[in-house]
């Protein structure tokens, strides 16, 4: 799982608080990033979200990054800092104009309900965040490069 490899690496004071996401019967994970925001994956909302067990509103989705900012009062959180991506988890960048965004190959092995996972550098900043895996090689996934400016923008709402 993305989240546990990732920040093991962490020190906890540098750690996203990382919630579960559910609408409906899709699953995912989302990360704090301030008092009563949360950032997941959009593809996974539906009419009633919930994260944590608390109901949850939509404030901005943005399909073609497949990300969604909730406000869920009650959660609280400190905000991952920006960074950018490298180590040994991370394969390459990908350019494909079938996603349209930046994207990330990580060499790690994700399951369902895995999307909205911050990917963090060892230091803690992010630089993704985890949207689906590959159907043909079980030990890659793929992340939303955070360190786009479209993306850091989005997040950093």
Do not use: C, I, N
Not at 8 to 27: K, Q, T
Not at 35 to 63: E, F, K, S, Y
Not at 95 to 107: F, Y
Request: hydrophobic residues 45%.
């Amino acid at each position: 799982m993305v989240a546990a490899v990732a920040m093991a690496l962490v020190p906890a004071s540098s750690r996203p608080r990382v919630v579960s996401v559910r609408a409906g019967a899709d699953v995912a994970k989302g990360f704090v990033v301030r008092d009563g925001r949360v950032v997941t994956v959009a593809h996974v909302l539906g009419p009633r979200v919930r994260v944590d067990g608390r109901p949850a509103t939509v404030l901005r989705r943005d399909d073609r990054l497949d990300l969604a900012l909730l406000s869920v009062p009650g959660v609280t959180g400190t905000a991952p800092r920006p960074g950018r991506a490298g180590g040994r988890h991370l394969h390459a960048r990908v350019d494909d104009s079938a996603w349209r965004r930046p994207v990330l190959e990580l060499q790690r092995d994700v399951r369902p309900g895995d999307s909205g996972t911050p990917v963090l550098s060892p230091t803690g900043r992010l630089v993704g965040v985890v949207f689906a895996r590959s159907r043909e090689r079980p030990d890659v996934a793929y992340a939303v490069d955070a360190s786009d400016p479209s993306v850091a923008d989005f997040v950093g709402r």
